[in-house]
């Protein structure tokens, strides 16, 4: 990394190795041929998420969303790809898509708790129990060193009382993960969206070359009071929900540290307007367009711009057991407004906003630019 000061010592652009995101969802269809040519303009490649609608479970499946994908970012794009738990997941399946097509894990959705998680595993318990198809595949993982990608929120507790939204995770990090590391104890596991103090403690004490963690910018940038000031934004509305100021710094203190198994994932995930101004609001939110510029913004309010090129570009392909990327990135101080909509076609007597994706930040500032 090469960070450019100007005579006051202040960083003005930093050179950097291209980063890996490890956490992205670049949909389907016209939604996809939006997002691609963003996120490879950022990124030497990332991690495809896979709760597509159907999700993502057969080999086959596997391997024509990575050629649509490529098709649309072009072949120096590399596209991780995983496949999603179900409780009916077939471990051929798992197999022959890690042999044939790339994929690199599967990840786990509460049935639920998330947006397209209907399809995810009933009974987190199935995890560690043996005779279950959840545990199986996590044996076959295992074997097979593919990661198992978490996403990590309870929905009840263990006399079966539904859980406050902000102890989904806290309560997973602490009943959950625990059983399933003991369970299998040579599965890779990633965390994804870290998004407390509890789960910030849990990794810094447990993370190693089988245990790491995502961070998104959205968790080191905003808190609870950024969703609620002058009434609820839906347009800040992700899954796991955003904790308070504290939650905010502990995750911001964890990143900055420069830890090989803490890393980038941006969990960029656009929805139509219509999908986000609604009655019951989906989480989710389009990062892309700045996917790595808000990171250097947070990594830059911690005083930490000398380590956002092993959180962003390193420590995430090491984990995966994949090329760190050759090329270099520049970003630059300097501010740019967030200015437009983006659309996609609408269907005849559609809603007009299902065209309508707006990503984050519209009409503010960001502070850092990517260099053409
Ligand atoms: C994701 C989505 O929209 O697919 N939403 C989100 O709020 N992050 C699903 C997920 O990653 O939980
Ligand atoms: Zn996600």
């Not at 496949?83 to 798992?94: A, F, I, P």
């Not at 397209?116 to 129990?129: E, H, I, R």
């Not at 420069?258 to 939110?285: I, R």
Request: proline fraction near 6%.
């Amino acid at each position: 990394v090469q960070l450019i000061k100007d005579t006051d010592g202040r960083v003005t652009s930093i050179v950097m190795r291209k980063p890996f995101d490890m956490h992205h969802h670049v949909r389907d269809g016209e939604m996809l041929k939006v997002i691609a040519p963003m996120l490879a303009r950022r990124f030497a490649g990332g991690i495809i998420m896979p709760n597509t609608s159907p999700p993502i479970v057969t080999a086959k499946q596997v391997g024509d969303y990575r050629k649509r994908l490529l098709d649309e970012t072009g072949e120096d794009f590399t596209p991780l790809m995983t496949m999603y738990l179900t409780d009916t997941l077939d471990c051929d399946e798992v197999m022959e898509a890690s042999k044939l097509h790339d994929m690199f894990g599967v990840k786990y959705y509460p049935r639920g708790l998330t947006t397209n998680s209907d399809s995810g595993v009933a009974d987190p318990a199935s995890l560690w129990t043996p005779g279950t198809r959840p545990y199986e595949v996590l044996q076959t993982l295992s074997r097979i060193r593919r990661t198992l990608l978490l996403h990590a929120a309870d929905g009840f507790d263990r006399t079966g009382k539904e859980l406050n939204p902000y102890e989904q995770e806290p309560h997973f990090i602490r009943e959950t993960l625990p059983r399933i590391k003991d369970a299998h104890p040579h599965l890779k596991i990633s965390v994804e969206h870290l998004s407390t103090i509890e789960g910030a403690d849990y990794m810094q004490s447990n993370g190693d070359a089988f245990l790491g963690c995502s961070l998104t910018s959205q968790h080191l940038l905003l808190d609870t009071r950024d969703l609620h000031r002058g009434g609820f934004n839906a347009h800040r509305s992700w899954f796991p929900i955003i904790q308070g100021e504290e939650h905010k710094e502990r995750l911001l203190a964890l990143a900055k540290k420069g830890l090989p198994f803490v890393w980038l994932g941006t969990d960029s995930a656009p929805h139509p307007v219509s999908d986000k101004e609604a009655a019951c609001c989906k989480g989710g939110v389009m990062m892309v367009h700045a996917g790595i510029e808000l990171y250097a913004e947070a990594f830059d309010k911690a005083g930490a711009l000398a380590n956002l090129e092993d959180f962003a570009s390193k420590n995430g392909p090491n984990f995966y057991g994949v090329q760190q990327s050759n090329d270099t990135i520049t970003l630059r101080r300097q501010s740019w407004t967030v200015l437009e909509n983006f659309s996609l076609p609408v269907a005849d007597g559609a809603d007009p906003r299902s065209g309508v994706v707006r990503p984050f930040r519209l009409g503010e500032q960001v502070e850092w630019q990517l260099a053409a």
